[in-house]
């Protein structure tokens, strides 16, 4: 059976973006638009990063300004955090976490498992992310209520 | 190529421009990541492809330094075999001066720092057994 990229492999990451935000993380958020790495490019300061083996193989990252880093783990753990410190980057990993968690299930439910290895948290002002240019990259952009973007970034693989 | 150390200080990894990340999960789950300095990974690309890149060649320099992580936790892998079995994923490319690679607080992470030809590299690993 023929796999459709967009809606059997970027639509489930997608949903659970959604999910994780509209559950964990009480700031409103919209998807933007989806694009190939060659197409758009963007540049954050920290991503939470996450390995994915099995029949999907690839990495998801979920990319922040620091700023929005900040609000997005005040709100996941409903207090305010003013600076950004190791509390930000434990939250980040966490949030990649549930993300890539939801997939997982979402994964599941269409017999597309994985397993997701550990969270790690890039923090770097302005890094950029790519992969290896035989892997496709797809950037989805995500916009809060207030304007801020972040991205998650999937380099994804169907191993047969 | 010499190893010059151990290190679990994130600071560290303050010098280095590009870094190759993969995760791995099985019997153990976790991440590894290799970093250099911009000038470094010119020549361990082109060390690795027996020819010289061009230093403006963003892709093939990408592609050396992930299939470096992919080499060294390949390698790590088949040492494993017979004790635990990892299933490893694909890389992604960091880019970006002084970025550091953290890990959850509680998820044990060390450096290894080698120096070879006097430039210092790293090589990060952050693990969890799983039992």
Known sequence: MAISVSK??????VDAVSNVFNTMIDIQIEKQGAYLLEEHKVQYDVSGVMGITGKLSGTIAVSFPKKLSCQVVSALLGEKLETFDETVVDGIGEVVNMISGDAKRLFENNG??????????????????SSKSNVPHV?????????????????????? | MTKVGNYLDKSVLKKFTISAM????????????????????????????????????????????????????????????????????????????????????????????????????SIQLAFKIES
């Open chain 2, 22 to 121: 993969l995760g791995f999960s099985g019997g153990i789950n976790g991440n590894s990541a290799v970093s250099f300095t911009k000038e470094h990974s010119i020549a361990v690309v082109s060390s690795l492809l027996q020819e010289m890149v061009d230093p403006n060649n963003e892709e093939v320099i990408n592609d050396g330094v992930g299939e470096m992580v992919n080499m060294i936790v390949g390698m790590a892998k088949t040492l494993m075999a017979g004790k635990t079995d990892i299933n490893i994923a694909l890389p992604i490319i960091i880019m970006g001066d002084g970025h550091a690679i953290c890990v959850r607080e509680g998820t044990p992470q060390v450096f290894l720092i080698y120096k070879a030809d006097e430039h210092l590299f």
């Open chain 1, 8 to 13: 059997d492999l970027i639509a489930p990451f």
């Open chain 1, 112 to 129: 597309m498992g994985f397993e997701i290895s550990l969270p790690a948290v890039v923090v770097g002002s302005n890094h950029k992310i």
């Open chain 1, 139 to 160: 950037l989805i952009v995500f916009q809060t209520g207030d304007g801020d973007e972040f991205a998650v970034q999937l380099a994804l693989q169907v191993e047969y």
